[in-house]
């Protein structure tokens, strides 16, 4: 291989390389869902784009179904580590998918009914959450979960899975700061026949 191909091959690369980083960093990027946390909005194998794009003009809102690594995921400051986590290459930092419940300064508290059924209060006033899998289906609150009544600091937001009776989220670990976050979910492509676009909705 002569110099001039030797170059162009790198300059190539070079270019890939930087192109990905781009388009990951700054716009967005493919996640493939491993569990059914989030069912019946996400299932297993369902594969969704997340965006990056918004996280430099807005923070996210009550109902947006967030990317984001987890408070007790360590990320390394090794520039391979780094560089890794922005390429999508060899990646091991575990990413977690759930939906934003709780924002910032607000008073949270997860409330047991006599009828076996439970409910999410925000400020004192139940939420309505049409999505989730099933209000019945929950796990009895102990003392060493998270279910409030709790005030979410500055920068804290309380995250839950759809199917709360299998999802490990702020009611196991806690609140997550906004730096953890990695994009919001807009679209879930795949398979063809679950199709769905997720609208900007504040519940």
Known sequence: ????????????????????IIIRFFLGEIRWIPSGSMK??????????VERLSRFYRTPTRGDI?????????????????FSRLTGFFCKDIAYI????????????IVQNDDGSTDVFINDK??????????????ICNSDMNCGPL????????MMGDNRGHSSDSRYWGVLKEDRFIGRAKLLFWPFTHFKYFEKKSY
């Open 66 to 82: 967030m990317v984001f690594y987890p408070p007790q995921e360590t990320l390394s400051a090794n520039p391979i580590a780094v």
């Open 40 to 49: 019946p909005t996400l299932v297993e194998g369902d594969r969704v784009f």
């Open 98 to 109: 759930k939906r934003v419940i709780g924002l910032p300064n607000e008073k949270l508290e």
């Open 151 to 158: 005030i979410l600091g500055d920068d804290e937001y309380f």
């Open 1 to 20: 291989m002569n110099k001039a191909v030797l170059k162009e091959t790198v300059d190539t690369i070079v270019f890939v390389v930087v192109a990905i």
């Open 126 to 139: 139940k939420l309505d959450e049409p999505y989730i899998m099933d209000k019945y289906e929950y796990p």
